[in-house]
């Protein structure tokens, strides 16, 4: 099992450099990061290319909705050049909040424009000229002035079919993800009951998958925090926090794909309470009603023992990437002993 991290910028460049750089010496294979509305994560991950020599790079998410599918393939042919052959090409629909209220298009057809937009950038990848007629995109563009023509890549495409990732939830995006995807990037993953929320969906693409495309790999995780102290309160804080705000507060009533998830995994009544809490304001009471259970099963906080046993569960469920948040004094030896244990 690999190890991977997000990484995030904040305006200064040279914290960004030392960040990547100390990670890839601790040993982590994988680095991703996130595009919200804050800064571009295209511009970021080329500049760590630039400072890195091993470690693999993912965007974690592009939105699918904010750049064309052609865009989006030529995108991942220069960072893939530009970190030597490092780059993992990792899409979402992000949601309607962001996308329309950011974006300013529509978001429709989430499932059409993730097929699509994967298969365009396989096309333009290959070298051959682009053609496509899918349910969301049709190439050449029909309806507008009639001059558009089947056009090819025009520089060296990638020796190598770059790896895409999806990052899904619902049960048919995450069955979409298991038939066409290299990598299922998760969220708030939950290894104890990942069967039964998880399981008829991945059996279900994976029926349809290419037999000779290699076996889906998983991103999964969350905090970790190892030993004793403030830290490990402080860990199961933070853990609550983020889950409370999403459940909570990522989406309206009756829209939220994070409390949706929450229900399937079982915490019905909570997921409930946690949005209504936080949607009148009272966000400490919507953290505090997030049950300790979830943190048990969902993070890995505690002695080393604690940790090596779970860090087994993830591995057991198919986990081929631990994604780790690491809290404590020394968030670089957490990082270390992880890729020690995880070998």
């Not at 365009?120 to 051959?128: A, L, N, P, Y």
């Not at 995994?265 to 946690?274: D, K, N, T």
């Not at 259970?293 to 087994?312: K, M, N, P, T």
Request: contains cysteine; glycine residues 12%.
């Amino acid at each position: 099992m690999k190890i991977s991290t997000t990484i995030g910028f904040n305006g200064d460049p040279q914290r960004l450099a030392q960040q990547a750089q100390d990670l890839e010496s601790a040993g982590v294979d994988l680095l991703w990061g996130a595009e919200i509305y804050g800064y571009d994560l295209i511009s970021t991950l080329g500049y760590i290319a630039a400072k890195t020599e091993r470690v693999e790079l993912m965007t974690g998410i592009i939105p699918l909705y904010s750049r064309s599918p052609a865009l989006i393939a030529q995108t991942a042919a220069t960072l893939d050049a530009l970190s030597g052959g490092r780059f993992i090409l990792g899409l979402g629909t992000s949601g309607p909040q962001v996308i329309e209220g950011w974006h300013g298009v529509p978001f429709d057809k989430p499932m059409a424009r993730t097929r699509d937009t994967i298969e365009i950038c396989r096309k333009v990848w290959s070298g051959d000229k682009l053609t496509h007629d899918g349910s969301s995109y049709k190439l050449p563009f029909e309806g507008g002035t009639g001059l558009g023509k089947p056009i090819r890549f025009m520089d060296r495409p990638p020796a190598n079919d770059i790896r895409i990732g999806i990052a899904s939830i619902g049960p048919k995006n995450v069955e979409l993800t298991a038939e066409i995807a290299d990598i299922w990037q998760t969220i708030h993953f939950v290894p104890d009951r990942f069967q039964d929320v998880w399981g008829d969906a991945l059996a279900a693409g994976a029926a349809k998958r290419d037999p000779d495309k290699k076996p889906l790999e998983i991103i999964a995780g969350g905090f970790v925090a190892i030993g004793t102290g403030d830290h490990i309160q402080e860990a199961r804080d933070q853990a609550r926090g983020l889950i409370g705000f999403y459940v909570g507060g990522m989406g309206a009533k009756g829209k939220n794909f994070y409390n949706d998830l929450f229900k399937r995994y079982g915490w019905v009544q909570e997921a409930e309470e946690i949005q209504d809490l936080f949607l009148s304001g009272k966000r400490a009471e919507a953290m505090a009603a997030v049950p300790e259970e979830y943190i048990d099963l969902s993070a890995l906080i505690g002695d080393e023992g604690y940790v090596r046993e779970r860090l087994q569960v993830f591995k057991e469920v198919g986990v081929t990437h631990l994604n780790v948040n690491a809290v404590g004094p020394d968030s670089l030896a957490t990082f270390e002993k992880l890729k020690a244990w995880s070998e």
